[in-house]
């Protein structure tokens, strides 16, 4: 960036470099202005000016430009009358800080951008600003400074702090700073003064974290940061823009642009004031979010989020619009995938809240309704799993957070833990004397048997539910139990009784409705008919359940049913069949890696069916690359045999 801005210095093009406090503008105009090219170009004719050092008036701006360039003009009535020594020779000028006197909202905004303006259109003058406001003159060739790379950020904070050697604490805590280079600065300064090694640094870093950015001259970000709040645009956003500016804070992804409306119903100009973050570099767009960089947020993140009124209330909105239906024959299906995007958000809003309202029925129903949109949409453990296993076993929240907590662990491929929290669950159930619960722990728990290769115990489990649901005359209840007894009958090789159960299932279900379960259901009957050698019957039954996914946008099914037509097109050595389902299956694993890790090994072995040995290894490898980030032990060795029989070959 310096070199090519100091060419465009050299062809008196005018510059402006934007972005947020202590984020090196400075640090870089000097530098260009201290170059040797520069230095050979302008000779004595570089002159820096701090806007924030003098009055926003244009008066004050005229009189300290003309003692800066020695135009020897007491009180001058404007640029025009400096114009004869201004252009009497080329010169480089920086104006620093220049928000302070291009705010919009200043009182003699208009006056001081014209007069910039003209300045920078002047043929023998280089003008460089920089700013936290983006408001510039047009024909600046604009320039959003970026935070360090991380061996820039280390490089800054070592040519500082020279009492350890080189660390990973260190790179650790630089990474934790969004690489901001004021922060890193007071970072290092702070620990050469204080003769900190770097486990000291790495303790004080962990107990104060902002606050220790502050030297033992008193120079901290926090003043930094108040500066920016203090200008009249911030001022002029309302009263509303300082707990606005918490809530981004708060929230580790910022918050959603779309969402404004429905999280802030009661701020009327809700886009206006995010545009007013932006503008005053407080805040900045990634990927449909307005955030911030940490130090900013750490510093302006509400020190009791229950104290912010407004941030309450997009809790609330939040849990509003978590507790809708998750059926994918409902329409609420697809509107319940904006989870998809704001999945951390809400973890970060649930990991606080179950801490500090931990008596909240209302935060713990949240919490399951943000487990059961996790499980649907994006498949993932959260850090909320310690929290709901310590809520007291008499909470009446507590079965269901935790059956729905196991289904997470399943889609990672981890049922011996699944099973151990619905034990659990299923213990709890039964002492609170919910039957419908105990029911569904049932029928889960049957299913994680069939996982575990432990038939018997899982056909038994299914057949309690069944009776619970025959007892309760919940007629879809029965039909989800016989459907998994399905299941788990054909894991046993009981395939007429499999399908016998299959078959009543389908019965059970109104003509209307609950498409869902009718396509696990032919899904379950293709299997069967796989096992029975009647396979045309089975590319059928596929089929149907493939068709209903389809119109539900079901992402599962349609995963599986891809996956077992590839696998049953591989038994009968159709290749070509077999690659594109495996094709099609991959397209539906974005939101379960453990999905894509189970695509890739079946994909490895297709390769190896067709003795396209060195494909079979590379889909090997990246399958274990997925299942090792998961865990999931069992699935690497089962990928590991697939890399020994192409060693052998």
């Not at 959603?256 to 100009?269: A, C, G, K, Q, R």
């Not at 990927?287 to 941030?311: N, Q």
């Not at 299956?585 to 695509?599: D, E, I, M, V």
Request: aromatic share 8%.
């Amino acid at each position: 960036m310096i070199g090519e801005i100091t060419t465009l210095a050299e062809h008196l093009t005018p510059v402006a470099l934007i972005g947020a406090g202590g984020i090196g503008k400075t640090a870089i105009a000097l530098a260009v202005l201290h170059r040797d090219r520069i230095k050979q170009r302008f000779g004595e004719n570089r002159r820096f000016i701090r806007c924030d050092q003098f009055p926003a008036t244009l008066a004050h701006l005229l009189n300290r430009l003309s003692k800066v360039i020695g135009a020897g003009i007491e009180n001058p009535r404007d640029v025009t009358s400096l114009c004869p020594f201004l252009s009497s020779t080329e010169m480089i000028i920086v104006l620093d800080n220049a928000e302070s006197i291009l705010d919009p909202q200043g009182t003699e905004a208009a006056e001081i951008y014209d007069s910039v303006e003209e300045l920078s259109q002047l043929p023998t003058i280089s003008l460089c600003i920089t700013s936290r406001i983006s408001t510039i003159p047009p024909g600046c060739e604009t320039f959003e400074v970026p935070t360090l790379s991380m061996d820039a950020a280390c490089r800054a904070f070592y040519h500082i702090y020279r009492y350890d050697k080189r660390s990973d604490l260190v790179n650790n805590i630089v990474e934790q700073l969004d690489f901001h280079p004021l922060s890193i600065t007071l970072l290092a300064t702070v620990a050469h003064q204080n003769k900190w090694n770097t486990k000291r640094l790495t303790r004080e870093w962990e107990r104060r974290r902002i606050n220790v950015l502050q030297t033992r001259h008193k120079k901290g970000l926090a003043a930094t940061i108040e500066l920016s709040l203090a200008s009249p645009l911030f001022q002029e956003l309302g009263p509303a823009a300082r707990e606005l500016l918490g809530i981004i804070a708060f929230f580790p992804q910022g918050v959603n642009e779309d969402n404004l409306d429905w999280l802030f119903p009661t701020i009327s100009n809700g886009s206006d004031i995010f545009d007013g973050f932006c503008v005053l570099s407080l805040a900045y767009r990634s990927s449909g979010f307005i955030t911030m960089l940490a130090p900013l947020r750490d510093y302006l993140r509400p020190e009791d989020p229950k104290s912010s009124p407004l941030l309450c209330a997009a809790k609330e909105h939040y849990f509003a619009r978590m507790s809708v239906i998750i059926n994918p024959d409902k329409p609420s299906f697809r509107e319940s995938q904006w989870i998809i995007s704001e999945d951390v958000n809400v973890e970060h809003l649930l990991d606080v809240f179950t801490s500090i309202d931990a008596n909240s029925d209302g935060v713990w129903d949240a919490c399951a309704n943000f487990l059961e949109h996790l499980n649907w949409h994006k498949k993932r453990l959260t850090i909320l799993g310690l929290k709901i296993e310590g809520l007291p076993d008499d909470h009446h929240l507590k079965p269901c957070c935790l059956i729905r907590l196991s289904r997470l662990f399943h889609s990672v491929g981890d049922y011996v833990e699944q099973k151990r929290l619905l034990t659990h669950t299923l213990k709890l159930s039964r002492e609170q004397g919910s039957d419908d619960q105990v029911a569904w722990t049932l029928v889960s728990l049957s299913d994680t048997n069939r996982l575990l290769h432990l038939p018997k115990e899982g056909i038994e489990q299914a057949k309690e539910a069944l009776g619970i649901c025959e007892r309760l005359d919940d007629t879809l209840g029965q039909a989800q139990c016989l459907m998994k007894l399905a299941f788990i009958l054909h894991h046993d090789r009981q395939l007429d009784a499999a399908e016998e159960a299959a078959s009543r299932s389908i019965g059970l279900v109104p003509e209307k409705g609950n498409k869902s379960l009718v396509g696990q259901s032919h899904y379950i009957l293709g299997h069967i008919s796989r096992s029975k050698g009647e396979m045309e019957k089975a590319i059928h039954h596929y089929e149907i359940a493939l068709g209903t996914a389809s119109s539900l946008n079901w992402q599962d099914l349609s995963f599986s049913v891809h996956y077992c037509l590839a696998e049953l097109f591989l038994d009968q050595r159709r290749f070509d069949d077999a690659h594109a389902h495996i094709k099609q299956a991959k397209s539906h694993t974005s939101r379960c890696a453990y999905n894509l890790g189970r695509a890739m090994e079946l994909q490895a072995n297709i390769w190896y069916g067709q003795r396209r040995l060195e494909e079979a290894r590379s889909e090997a490898l990246c399958a274990i690359d997925v299942y090792e980030k998961l865990g999931a032990a069992n699935d690497v060795e089962d990928c590991k045999k697939i890399l020994r029989d192409v060693q052998k070959n």
